[in-house]
Each structure stands twice: as structure tokens, then as C-alpha cells.
């Protein structure tokens, strides 16, 4: 049972690396403007990766074939396939942020906040309500295995 726990932590740890990653390819901050025409950062929710994402999937299955011995068309044909292996990883990345967001409030919140945001784990703690260390690591480790449930479900 330990050996297992350790492995689903091992596992989705490594996923929420590569999600990290990915989210920081997206760059989303939203700006807004007070009255005085000064910008106003904002932090970006879960939905907004989500949605952003959803387009990029959208935008990309209208994409032709192209077949043939020309250089040109073989070279349009090694693109579309990188464009469809892109693809491919932003389905994983969006079924992803969706099971993130099937998670308890303070456990989204958690792997957002530690992998998307990639905000300090003092401030973390702090925005789980003033915990210490041990629960911050406790509650990644829950959440950690509630998003493998999730997942193996899907």
C-alpha cells in the first residue's frame, strides 16, 4: 500500500510538472484598468486556463493532410504532425486542469496555486489558512492522490 501511495505521488507529481510547464507556455495574465488608465494585474483562475485551452484544441482539428513525395508537401506533412501530437498533449493538459478542478476548493487551490501560479510555498501556506509545512506537504499528498482517482476514472 505505501509502495503504491509512493508511486501515485511519483506519477503526478512528474504530470503536474509538465502541466506547470505548459501553463507557463500559455502565459494568461489578465489586465485590467482603474479609473486613472493604470494597468492592473490579475490572477488568473483555473476556468481561464480551461477555456483557453478548449480553443487551442478547437482551433487545431481543422487542420488538412498533406500527402506526396514533393519536399514542400512532405515538409507541410511533418508540421501537421507536429501540430497533431500538439494537439494530443493539450487534450492531456485540458482533461487535466478539468480534474483539477473537480478537486475540494482548498486542494485546487493548493496544486494551482503551487503549479500554475508557482507561487512561493510560504504564501501557499499562508493562503491554506496559516498552516505549517507538514500540512501543506499532508494536503499536496491527498490531493495528489484525489486527482489519480479522478484520472483513472476518465
Same mark, same amino acid.
Given at each position: 500500500m505505501k509502495e503504491e501511495k509512493e508511486y501515485i505521488h511519483k506519477e503526478m507529481k512528474k504530470k503536474m510538472k509538465q +502541466?506547470?510547464? !505548459?501553463?507557463?507556455?500559455l502565459r494568461l495574465r489578465s489586465i485590467l484598468y482603474d479609473e486613472s488608465n493604470r494597468s492592473l494585474e490579475v490572477e488568473d483562475d483555473l476556468v481561464d486556463y480551461l477555456n483557453y485551452t478548449?480553443?487551442?484544441? /478547437?482551433?487545431?482539428?481543422?487542420?488538412?493532410? !498533406? !500527402?506526396?513525395?514533393?519536399?514542400? +508537401?512532405?515538409?507541410?506533412?511533418?508540421?501537421h504532425k507536429n501540430q497533431q501530437e500538439r494537439k494530443k498533449q493539450d487534450e492531456d493538459f485540458y482533461v487535466l486542469l478539468l480534474a483539477i478542478q473537480?478537486?475540494?476548493?482548498?486542494?485546487? /487551490? +493548493? +496544486?494551482?496555486?503551487l503549479y500554475v501560479r508557482n507561487l512561493d510555498k510560504k504564501v501557499i501556506e499562508l493562503r491554506q489558512g496559516g498552516i505549517v509545512e507538514s500540512t501543506l506537504h499532508r494536503r499536496l499528498n491527498r490531493a495528489l492522490e484525489h486527482l489519480w482517482e479522478y484520472l483513472k476514472e476518465v
Open positions: +502541466l506547470q510547464k !505548459y501553463t507557463a507556455t478548449k480553443s487551442i484544441i /478547437n482551433c487545431s482539428s481543422s487542420r488538412k493532410t !498533406y !500527402y506526396g513525395g514533393d519536399p514542400v +508537401l512532405s515538409a507541410m506533412e511533418k508540421r473537480q478537486l475540494p476548493e482548498l486542494e485546487r /487551490n +493548493l +496544486l494551482f496555486d
